[in-house]
């Protein structure tokens, strides 16, 4: 139940393309949903992160969609670019917790063709 | 501002062998975490801590061992190395309290044992 389904494990688009990264939760005691970009020898920053009182959040070209009914959500890279190509991790916890522990998806490694 | 300093970089260790790596942060954050990352396999959680003298077991805690004698320090201990602790390994720290809620993360140390 502490899960987080991430897919596909990898993507290629096309410059000015639309990935689409999916996750899915089983704990619906989690309520924060952030999504993570890793670079190739970095650590992961923070993108983007969303809660489960709204549906959607945009920042920039980076946009999380949330179904709380289905327990699952998503990142949409909008116009994508060959500088967004690395690794997108979501992950779940319960906001506010004692600990602020993240449960982290497996990853998906996108690749933006120029 | 470092942020979250991770040494060392890189290590080659012999089977047997005990080494520490090092975490240290200059954002006066009261949680710390450490990390392996495995390819398709995510990050997962090896121990975290929520302040100096507290820490706790995470998802994959055997073989390591963690203490937190200040808040910006929180090394991790392995004893006996094995080829399974062949890994990417990230220390991260959060202040939930904040607006931003997320964790930041050090660059990494990248072991091999051998």
């Known amino acids: 139940q502490q899960q987080v389904k991430q897919s596909p494990q990898s993507l290629i688009v096309q410059k000015g393309g639309i990935p689409i990264i999916n996750c899915a939760y089983e704990n619906t005691a989690f309520d924060y949903f952030p999504w993570y970009q890793q670079f190739p020898g970095k650590g992961p920053a923070l993108l983007i992160a969303?809660?489960?009182?709204?549906s959607e959040k945009k920042e920039g070209r980076f946009t999380i969609s949330f179904n709380k009914s289905a327990k699952q959500f998503s990142l949409h890279i909008m116009d994508s670019q060959p500088g967004d190509s690395a690794t997108y991790f979501c992950a779940a916890s319960r906001y506010g917790g004692a600990t602020n522990k993240l449960i982290f998806g497996t990853g998906t490694l996108l690749a933006v063709q120029p | 501002n470092a942020g979250v300093t991770q040494t060392p970089k890189f290590r080659i260790l012999k089977i047997g062998q005990s080494m520490t790596l090092q975490c240290t942060q200059d954002?006066?954050?009261?949680?710390m975490y450490w990390y392996r990352q495995d390819p398709g396999m995510g990050l997962k959680l090896i121990y975290y801590?929520?302040?100096?003298?507290?820490?706790d077991k995470g998802e994959v805690p055997n073989g390591y061992n963690v203490s937190r004698s200040t808040t910006e320090d929180f090394p991790l201990r392995l004893e006996l190395a094995a080829p399974s602790q062949t890994s990417v390994y990230f220390c991260?720290?959060?202040?939930?309290?904040?607006?931003?809620?997320?964790?930041?993360f050090g660059s990494g140390t990248r072991l091999t044992v051998v």
């Open positions: 801590s929520v302040g100096a003298g507290i820490t």
């Open positions: 954002m006066n954050h009261n949680y």
């Open positions: 969303i809660r489960p009182d709204v």
């Open positions: 991260a720290s959060s202040l939930p309290e904040s607006a931003n809620y997320g964790y930041t």
